[in-house]
């Protein structure tokens, strides 16, 4: 299939530009007819799927979003698109090193959710050591305008690598942690379905509220460095695993980009 933006087309400016910003808007990372599948498929499927049905922990109704985590061993859909090779090449020509699955989700914010997901970066909720080039492919799988709850970047933010972690709900915490951001550009972007943003893991980032009739849908896929081994600090996904400190984040659940035309076809 030919998609609008893959490694080949990639072009020297989009690089450069995640490279300075921390982010970057690429279109047609998946074509609008898979993006439409895959949001239908994730709509059937996330309905079956409530809170306290077995996997409580991995699905929360928070007031920013409903979220599903790291549900690819479980639905075909999820994993053809977590697995789906255009995304993890693009990543990794971005990124510039091999990289790995680190988890997906999917975050569906619901009609007229009026909350914001307020300013934050994503690395410093997570285990890991040894992981620089983390970085995160938020693909719309439908139409997001302004109104129905886009990302929103701090450009250059990436550099930051020493803040605490900022919750979700908190709009002023990223900006106490580190005040000089109050004053930085914010830049905005809508999405078509199939595009996607790319966003480094030190990136601010934030969602506007979903003011529509129509449910926002995202698909996260988060890679990190192959290089990245285990801090210790409490997860959702890792804290089952029972890892020793130190480790190397391999294994079934965390496969490399190199295998996933192979992990497309089954768990
Ligand atoms: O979609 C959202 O509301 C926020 C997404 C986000 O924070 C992320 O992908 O890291």
Redesign the pocket.
């Known amino acids: 299939m030919a998609y609008k933006t893959t490694p080949e087309t990639l072009s020297d400016a989009q690089r450069q530009f995640y490279r300075d910003n921390g982010f970057v808007h690429i279109p047609g990372i998946i074509s609008p007819e898979e993006a439409a599948e895959f949001h239908d498929a994730i709509q059937d499927f996330s309905e079956g799927v409530r809170p306290n049905e077995g996997r409580d922990l991995m699905v929360r109704d928070q007031p920013?979003?409903t979220q599903l985590v790291n549900f690819w061993p479980e639905n075909d859909a999820i994993r053809r698109l977590t697995f789906h090779p255009n995304v993890g090449a693009v990543a990794e020509e971005l990124a510039g090193v091999p990289l790995r699955l680190w988890h997906d989700h999917v975050?569906i914010?619901q009609p007229h959710n009026e909350t914001p997901?307020t300013f934050?970066q994503?690395q410093p909720f997570w285990p890991h050591d040894n992981s620089p080039q983390s970085i995160?492919a938020?693909i719309a799988l439908c139409d997001v305008p302004v109104e129905r709850?886009c990302?929103s970047f701090i450009p250059g933010s990436h550099r930051h690598t020493d803040l605490p972690a900022q919750s979700?709900r908190d709009a002023n915490i990223l900006f106490t942690a580190q005040p000089d951001l109050t004053w930085a550009t914010r830049i905005t972007v809508p999405l078509r379905a199939g595009d996607c943003t790319f966003h480094h893991s030190r990136c601010a980032?934030m969602?506007t509220p979903n003011n529509t009739d129509q449910p926002r849908v995202?698909h996260?896929v988060i890679f990190m460095d192959c290089t990245t081994t285990y801090s210790g600090k409490r997860h959702i996904v890792t804290d089952p695993l029972n890892l020793e400190i130190g480790a190397l984040l391999d294994g079934n659940l965390f496969p490399p980009v190199r295998d996933f035309a192979t992990r497309i076809k089954g768990s």
């Open positions: 920013v979003f975050l914010k997901t934050h994503d995160s938020w709850g990302m979700t980032h969602a995202a996260v």
